[in-house]
C-alpha cells in the first residue's frame, strides 16, 4: 500500500475532522449555555450548504460573500428558534431538548426535501481555489487545504473569543452559574440566544465550506450529525478545545481506519465512542456533573 | 419612609418548588441605612435575599427598589436598578480567574471602586489576581465577592451572611468594609449569623422567624432586648 494513499485518506480524514470541529464547537457552545443537545444542527448545516447554492444560482453571490452572509442568515433563523421554540422548555427535563431539536431538525429537512427534492446539486469549486499544490509525495487540492486551514481559523477564533474577551468572560459565567449571572445585571435569556445563534452559525459556515465538496442535498445533515454526536459524547462537552482536538484526531483515525480496514471505517468512531462510555462516561475531556 | 426608602417590602410570599419559605413578609430599608436580618437557621433569611434579588421561582406582594416595584421584574432588572448581590455560597466562578471573576458584574452606575482601589482594600486579591477564583481561601473568596460588587457603582448591597466560617481576622476585615459602604451612603441589607458583627454594623435589626419578621429592635434598644434576643436567636 503506497504512501499515497495513506495520505490521500489522511486528508480526508482531516477534512472530516474539520467538518467534525467545527460542528461540535457548537453543539459544545449551546449545551453549555442552553442545556440542549442541538440535533438540529444537522439541519443547520445543511441549510449553510443550501444558502450558499441559492446565493449563487439565485442571486449570483459568490463563495467568499457567502462566507460571511451565510453564517449570519443561519444565525439569524437560528435565533428566531431559540427565541419561539426553545426557550420555552429549559425548565423540564434536557430529553425535552433533544426530542424538539430532533423534531426541528426532521422538519427543516422535510421542508428542503418537499423545495428541492433529495437529489444532490453540485456547488462549484471557486476559481480562486481551483488547482492545487504539487507536494512531491501527494497532490493536494488547494480547496481541501482551505477548508481545513478556514475551519481551524473560525475555530480558534471563537476559542479566542470565549477565552480572552469580556464577552467570552461573560459566556463562560453564564455557562457556570445562570442565575447569579443575571443578579450581576447580565441578560443572560438574550446572552443563550445569541449563544444559540453562534453555535448554528458555526454549522452554517461548515455546510458552506463542505458544499463544493458533498453535493448540496437536504439530508446531508443528518448523516453528519449522528457522527458528530459521537464525537462530542468521546470528547465530553465541558471542554471547548477538547471538542476541537477530539474532532480532529477522530477524523484523522477515520481516515486511517479506510486503509487499513476499509469495510469498517463508518464503525470505527462509534466503536471508539462505546469504549470511552465504559471507561469514562463524561467524555475525554468533559467533567461529572 | 415610604418615599425614600431604598428596600420597601410589603406581603411577600416567596416558595421552592411547592414548599411555601416566606409568609407575608414586611421590611424597609432606609436611603443610607444599614439593617441586619438576624434569626435562626431556616427562618428564611436567604430565602428572602433571593426573593429581593429575583432568583425564587415564585414570589407575590411587593418589592421596590428606589421606589421602583419588581415583583414582577427578572433578576437582570432589579440589579441595574443598582443593587450589589453577596450571595451566601458567595458564588465565586470557577471558570473564571480572580481578575475576570471582578470584571464579569456590568457597570450599573457611576460611583464605583476603580480596579486599583479594589487591590488596594484586598491586597490579596492583587497578589492572586490570576489564580482560578475557587482555588482561594474562604475569606479570599468572601473578600472577592464583595470586591466584585464594590466596583459596579451599585448602592443599595444585599450581604449575605459575608463572615460566615471565617477567621476573626478576616472578619474585622469584612466589618471595615462594610462601615466604608455605610460611610459612603451606601444602604446594606445585611444577614448576618454572627450577632456581634450584626449589632456593630446595623442601625437596625429585623428579626425573623418562620418566614416573617416578628421583632424590630432599634441599635438603642440592644442592651434592654439582649435577653429577648437571645432567646430567639437559641444563642
Partial sequence: MSTQVILGQLLVGLINGSFYAMMSLGLAIIFGLLGIANIAQGAFYMMGAFFSWMLLRWAGIGYFPALILVPLAVGLIGMAIERLLLRRIYRLDHMYGLLLTFGILTFIQGLFVWLFATAGRPYPVPAELRGGFDLGFMFLPAYRAWVVAASLTFCLATWLIIEKTPLGRTLRAATENPNLTRAFGVNVPALMTFGFGVGVALAGAAGLLAAPIYSVSPLMGGDLVIVVFAVVVIGGLGSILGSIVTSLALGLLEGLARVVYPQGANMVIFVIMIAVLLVRPAGLFGRER | ?235
Fill in chain 2, 1 to 235: 419612609m415610604a418615599e425614600d426608602a431604598a428596600l420597601q417590602i410589603d406581603d411577600l410570599h416567596g416558595f421552592y418548588g411547592e414548599s411555601h419559605i416566606l409568609h407575608g413578609l414586611s421590611l424597609a430599608v432606609g436611603k443610607g441605612e444599614a439593617v441586619a436580618i438576624i434569626g435562626r437557621n431556616g427562618a428564611g433569611k436567604t430565602t428572602t435575599m433571593r426573593a429581593i434579588m429575583g432568583l425564587l421561582e415564585r414570589r407575590s406582594g411587593s418589592i421596590k427598589v428606589k421606589g421602583k416595584e419588581t415583583i414582577a421584574s427578572p433578576p437582570e432588572a432589579i440589579a441595574r436598578l443598582g443593587v450589589g448581590f453577596v450571595p451566601e455560597e458567595r458564588g465565586i466562578y470557577a471558570s473564571l480567574d480572580v481578575a475576570d471573576n471582578l470584571l464579569l458584574p456590568p457597570k450599573l452606575a457611576d460611583g464605583g471602586a476603580s480596579l486599583d482601589e479594589i487591590y488596594r482594600l484586598f491586597p490579596n486579591l492583587r497578589e492572586r489576581r490570576r489564580s482560578q477564583g475557587t482555588r482561594l481561601s474562604g475569606g479570599e473568596q468572601q473578600m472577592l465577592a464583595i470586591a466584585r460588587v464594590l466596583r459596579t457603582g451599585a448602592d443599595v448591597f444585599l450581604l449575605d451572611e459575608p463572615t460566615e466560617g471565617l477567621a476573626p481576622v478576616i472578619v474585622e476585615q469584612i466589618c471595615t468594609v462594610i462601615d466604608g459602604m455605610k460611610k459612603k451612603g451606601h444602604t446594606v441589607l445585611l444577614v448576618e449569623q454572627n450577632f456581634h458583627v450584626a449589632s456593630q454594623l446595623a442601625d437596625r435589626h429585623y428579626v425573623m422567624e418562620h418566614g416573617r419578621i416578628v421583632d424590630v429592635i432599634a441599635r438603642s434598644e440592644l442592651t434592654a432586648k439582649l435577653d429577648r434576643i437571645r432567646a430567639l436567636l437559641g444563642i
